[in-house]
DNA sequence: CCACCCTCCATTGTGTACAATCGCAGTGTT
DNA sequence: AACACTGCGATTGTACACAATGGAGGGTGG
């Protein structure tokens, strides 16, 4: 309980995830991407005291870190109970899918438009450093630059609301992901990412936006949404003790 | 300097917009109203400690609800500066009503698919309160109903992150309405809201998306985004100070 | 007279103490 | 034996004190 990383006090840009300058920064980037690594599993409590503990700094600072990811909806806020990382049901998984369709195609319309050669450049980097990650077999820095490929795409399209909306929806796909991935497979094919760019330099709006869609196909279909694995509904996941012997209001009470 | 509302402590919901529970959201609705009512001016600056004082309660609460405001595009927050309203340029209204469309497209299908009878009531009701609200000449009110009505539309198509990020647009588009709609006009005429009620109703997807189009066509083209209007250039604001007998430096400072 | 710098003040950023709240366990009652 | 109630412990919510930053104004030198 005592460990605590280095007072990180001004340490101009920490380890892996550290941007840009605040304090806050860097506590909300290691703590996502430890949700993101699975190294907090949903349903985690993320107690303030023991997070500040931890960073060195105080409870402000964690509160508004937790206050940030819980906005973008990776974390749960409770009123007086603290924050817990999230853990989406598949209804809700659904909803963030079916929004990140809608935006997505918007974006790639955009980007077409838009991007400039040298934001072509970069998003060929980050596929890159993709690969590299999952090559190297780092599941939780590959899921993290995928998300950050569709936001850097989100960033040539140069519309602000739609780039802040799709930080939201690619934090919360990446949980999802994280939670419900099948197996081991690469979830994010980097493949199709590279076609995705091929089709943007080429100004091909329609190839880009077809090729977007199958992608979103491609990641929907890795995941098991369909109606099984983890569920909200008390009565499914203790199906197994319902004994059929009488209909009447035994099971009630677990 | 020593007025203060009554210390708004454990008040269940006070004056107009007071929401639910807690008191960062009276503080935040209070000052949304404000900025929207225009009693808050684009560029004014947000004290803490003022804002502190005004409402009885401590800057940590008033510092929550600006970080909010922030995040909903209607206040700036600049880095040991404080707080100002936005101004958004003509080019940042753009993008917010370019994000608009494509969200209430997507939201008007889905509300035709899910709405229930009784939230269509609730949408009929709002229609009123907003007609009353113009013919009372109370526009402030007004624009922030007929933001509601968009909002609670978004709660039809039973789909979080867009709802999320629907009350983010239309925030900001209030803002945009208030800084730069022209004249007097009623800026979203509940005429139209009633006609995509009624088809909403029917369940016409198609001509609800039609209507809903028109709807976003009346609402920028009521506005005076075509270069003109509250600029940010200096020279342009202050030309009518600017003496055409030589075209010397001075008038450089007022 | 203008430009630069330096000090001071106002305001925000951060840490911490205290108060309020919630969940849980122990106890008593039916 | 099961339920409800009450007190306690732990954790969050709020306020405030102090530190740090940025801007404005005055002063000095060129």
Do not use: W
């Not at 997070?51 to 940030?68: D, K, N, P, Y």
């Not at 590959?142 to 609301?161: D, M, Q, T, V, Y």
């Not at 099984?228 to 319902?242: G, I, N, T």
Request: aromatic residues 4%; glycine residues 6%.
């Amino acid at each position: 309980m005592n460990e605590q990383l280095q007072p990180l006090k001004k340490q101009p840009r920490a380890g892996k995830a550290g941007r840009s300058g605040t304090q806050d920064d860097i506590v909300y980037a290691h703590i996502f991407e430890a949700i993101l690594e699975q190294r907090l599993a949903p349903g985690t409590k993320l107690s303030e005291e023991a997070l500040g503990e931890i960073f060195g700094v105080s409870r402000t600072i964690i509160r508004r870190a937790l206050s940030r990811l819980a906005h973008e909806g990776v974390v749960l806020l409770r009123p007086n109970r603290g924050a817990v990382v999230a853990s989406p049901s598949v209804e809700e998984a659904r909803q963030v899918f079916m929004a990140r369709r809608l935006v997505e195609r918007a974006i790639t319309e955009l980007a077409v438009q838009h991007a400039t050669a040298e934001q072509i450049a970069e998003l060929r980097q980050m596929v890159n450093d993709e690969r590299d990650s999952f090559s190297r077999g780092d599941r939780g820095a590959g899921i993290r630059l995928s998300g950050e490929f569709h936001l850097k795409l989100a960033e040539a399209a140069k519309n602000a609301p739609l780039i802040s909306f799709q930080r939201s929806l690619v934090s919360q796909t990446s949980l999802i992901i994280a939670q419900y991935e099948s197996g081991n497979r690469s979830h994010c094919s980097y493949d199709e990412h590279t076609q995705l760019i091929d089709a943007i330099e080429k100004r091909d709006a329609e190839l880009a936006v077809n090729l977007m869609m199958h992608h979103m196909d491609h990641i929907d279909s890795k995941l098991n949404l369909d109606e099984e694995s983890a569920s909200d509904d008390l009565h499914a996941v203790f199906s197994h003790l319902l004994q059929t012997k009488k209909p009447g209001r035994s099971p009630a009470k677990i």
